[in-house]
């Protein structure tokens, strides 16, 4: 681990000391939780803050960038850049993707920062949306129904379902006419 003194010392977070300096570490090794999986990482010559009396290490934006960007490739999603650049190539705003995946704006908006990392099934959404035709055709048309049926249904969605449980509960337990028999 090569240690490179670049300014005065921090205040470490751990022991309180001021001794903390920029420092290289030539494999950093870190686990990392997403969407119900853990991720065993390792990055090469990370540059991280790292305290010369206790050990403790810190990350800065641009080494936690780094880091989930190792996740992203561990877990196999679409790199936020990605996902951007291909949204741009089918000439959509983000607005008029989001609405079509049925996501949040702002949701897409931080998937394509890379403040927020996309769960597995919506990167497979996401490829799916990009790499197939037929399936933005569907959409669209979906959302074309949708829109020319009128206002969006704006009841509880809880009401709809207990009536039709309720009726169907009536249904059973009062047949009309007379039940058959089996013949004796
Ligand atoms: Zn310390």
Same mark, same amino acid.
């Given at each position: 681990?090569?240690?490179?003194?670049?300014?005065?010392?921090?205040?470490?977070?751990?022991?309180?000391?001021?001794?903390?300096?920029?420092?290289?570490?030539?494999?950093?090794?870190?686990?990392?939780?997403?969407?119900?999986?853990?991720?065993?990482?390792?990055?090469?010559?990370?540059?991280?803050?790292?305290?010369?009396?206790?050990?403790?290490?810190?990350?800065?934006?641009?080494?936690?960038?780094? $880091?989930?960007?190792?996740?992203? *490739?561990? /877990?196999? #999603? +679409?790199?936020? %850049?990605?996902?951007?650049?291909? !949204?741009?190539? $089918?000439?959509?705003?983000?607005? *008029?993707? /989001?609405? #079509? +995946?049925?996501? %949040?704006?702002?949701?897409?908006? !931080?998937?394509?920062?890379?403040?927020?990392?996309?769960?597995?099934?919506?990167?497979?959404?996401?490829?799916?949306?990009?790499?197939?035709?037929?399936?933005?055709?569907?959409?669209?048309?979906?959302?074309?129904?949708?829109?020319?049926?009128?206002?969006?249904?704006?009841?509880?969605?809880?009401?709809?379902?207990?009536?039709?449980?309720?009726?169907?509960?009536?249904?059973?337990?009062?047949?009309?006419?007379?039940?058959?028999?089996?013949?004796?």
């Amino acid at each position: 681990m090569a240690l490179i003194m670049k300014a005065h010392p921090w205040k470490c977070g751990t022991c309180f000391e001021r001794a903390v300096f920029p420092a290289t570490l030539a494999s950093y090794h870190a686990r990392l939780d997403h969407d119900g999986r853990s991720y065993e990482l390792e990055l090469i010559d990370h540059h991280v803050f790292k305290c010369t009396r206790c050990g403790a290490v810190q990350l800065d934006d641009e080494a936690e960038d780094r $880091l989930t960007q190792a996740l992203r *490739a561990a /877990a196999g #999603l +679409l790199d936020p %850049a990605v996902i951007r650049a291909r !949204r741009e190539a $089918l000439g959509l705003t983000q607005k *008029a993707l /989001a609405n #079509l +995946l049925k996501i %949040a704006e702002s949701t897409l908006s !931080r998937w394509e920062t890379g403040a927020q990392i996309q769960q597995r099934v919506m990167d497979r959404l996401l490829r799916a949306f990009f790499d197939l035709e037929p399936l933005r055709d569907y959409f669209q048309s979906l959302e074309a129904s949708s829109t020319s049926t009128g206002a969006p249904a704006q009841g509880p969605p809880l009401q709809p379902l207990s009536v039709g449980l309720a009726a169907e509960y009536r249904g059973s337990t009062h047949p009309t006419g007379t039940s058959p028999r089996p013949a004796s």
